[in-house]
């Protein structure tokens, strides 16, 4: 069964971020069912879903409540379009996100994925900046190492060569300022790294704020550039430095919204809100794809005028869509009924503890939690003197242990749903350990670790 759906999808289907060869020697992994934090082949082999599905899914599949909640929604209204049309689920959770900011982002405009979330948000600055009467403004700031969706305009502020190199003839260029990486110097803190990253965008403010529209970042983690980890301090001094310089400060939480670095959003953790926040991945608790994004009441109004073109003339076709809205709600929902940060308190202490035996490998290094509260549900270390095709290896290796692990170059990370048991959080542990254990044992000579105590 497994193996005639891999022929079929190699046959049929382009999957993404692949090098399709590849799949001669890494086979496909056929998924038919899912749930909790379990994905299940055809012939009834399971896997851990270490990394939530790509980073989306916050409180495993098939979740009762959001089940319901798109079941219900599906029953009354499947879809209809948001230009000249409106419905609760999207009023609903536009008014409740907005509360979540503490009406500091009071409008919402909706994608249909990160990257167009980021699409949205780039032309929304740059089109203020037209409306107001500076349309000079034009340029936008990046961090380095930044990753902001595979879109041409999200391209231009991303920094991940394999991403971007290929289609660089394609891409604006934007200014890169140095990323606040805590990685980047043992002998300084987080805080003093994040101090001398911001003192260079405050160099290339001071000179090109005349022509610069916004700086993008992810905050507190930035994901794709190997979970690259940094003081909430950074942003403290970003809002105050674009404040100075009349500049946007877009924050995509993509990734880091919905309580992933243990707040609900990251920029909470700085105590600062941008003008502009790009939502998506968990917004649905992983079900179904929407984005949104969030704005100040300044900006909105720059574009409320008798001029159609000071209007926002941009759409999707699924802009907004009602069952996608009520999957969102359901997210919120379950926000709302428990205390969703306490608990991954909870879950992350229980994690770090177990954690220790890999922690403490002679090959393992900066070995890091998300965010500065605790209940962060991002970790990530490096392995030292991994060997070539390292990431697909241990990704192997972890399937073997019945475990979805997706390395980048050498990075390990794990990103779990929010509400994994302490057996299945003892079986992430263990089986990462044992896969570790299996690409680099006899590498380093490391064999009789004591084994952490199997649940
Ligand atoms: C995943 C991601 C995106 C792109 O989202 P898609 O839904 O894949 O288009 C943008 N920014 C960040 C920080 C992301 O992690």
């Known amino acids: 069964m497994n193996s005639e759906w891999i022929k079929r999808s190699l046959n049929a289907v382009w999957h993404p971020c692949t090098q399709m060869k590849r799949h001669e020697t890494f086979p496909l992994v056929p998924i038919d069912r899912a749930k909790g934090v379990w994905l299940y082949d055809f012939e009834g082999k399971r896997y851990l879903d270490g990394v939530s599905s790509w980073w989306v899914n916050l409180f495993g599949h098939g979740h009762p409540h959001i089940k319901a909640r798109i079941n219900a929604q599906l029953e009354s209204l499947d879809h209809v379009m948001l230009a000249g049309f409106t419905h609760a689920p999207a009023v609903e959770l536009a008014e409740k996100l907005s509360a979540k900011t503490g009406g500091a982002l009071g409008h919402a405009f909706f994608g249909s994925d990160g990257a167009s979330a980021v699409e949205v948000a780039l ?36 920094d991940v060569e394999i991403f971007k190199d290929t289609y660089a003839a394609l891409v604006k260029t934007s200014h890169e300022v140095p ?119 300044t900006l909105y109004g720059a574009f409320y005028d008798e ?21 969102a709600l359901a997210t919120l929902e379950l926000f709302e009924h428990t205390d969703v940060l306490a608990q991954n308190r909870l879950i992350a202490s229980r994690i770090n503890a177990l954690a220790e035996p890999i922690r403490k490998l002679p090959y393992v290094q900066h070995f890091r939690q998300a965010g500065t509260t605790g209940a962060g549900m991002i970790w990530a270390f490096e392995v030292n003197d991994a060997p070539t ?8 290796a972890a399937l073997k242990h019945e475990l979805l692990l997706r390395p980048m170059g050498n990075t390990v990370y794990w990103m779990p749903a929010f509400n994994l048991t302490d057996d299945e959080a003892t079986h992430l542990v263990n089986a990462t350990f044992r896969a570790l254990q299996d690409v680099m044992g006899q590498a380093c000579g490391v064999r009789s670790q004591p084994d952490i105590k199997m649940a």
């Open 179 to 297: 990323a606040p990486d805590n990685r980047a110097n043992a002998q300084l803190s987080s805080e003093q790294i994040a101090a001398d990253a911001a003192e260079h965008l405050e160099n290339w403010l001071k000179e090109h704020h005349e022509t610069t529209a916004a700086l993008i970042v992810e905050p507190l983690v930035q994901g794709a550039a190997g979970m690259s980890m940094y003081s909430p301090y950074y942003l403290k001094r970003a809002r105050a430095l674009c404040n100075q310089y009349d500049v946007h400060l877009i924050c995509d939480e993509i990734a880091v919204g919905f309580g992933r670095t243990g707040s609900f959003f990251a920029s909470e953790q700085a105590g600062i809100w941008p003008d502009l926040i790009c939502l998506s991945k968990g917004i649905t608790g992983g079900v179904l794809p929407l984005s949104v994004v969030m704005c100040t009441d």
């Open 307 to 327: 001029d159609i073109r000071k209007g926002f003339l941009h759409s999707h076709s699924y802009t907004g869509n009602p069952l996608a809205c009520s999957a």
């Open 389 to 396: 095709g390292f990431a697909q290896q241990l990704f192997a």
């Open 123 to 158: 032309k929304m600055s740059f089109h203020y900046w037209r409306n107001v009467g500076k349309p000079n403004k034009t340029q936008f700031i990046h961090l380095a190492n930044s990753y902001h969706g595979e879109t041409i305009g999200a391209l231009s502020v991303t």
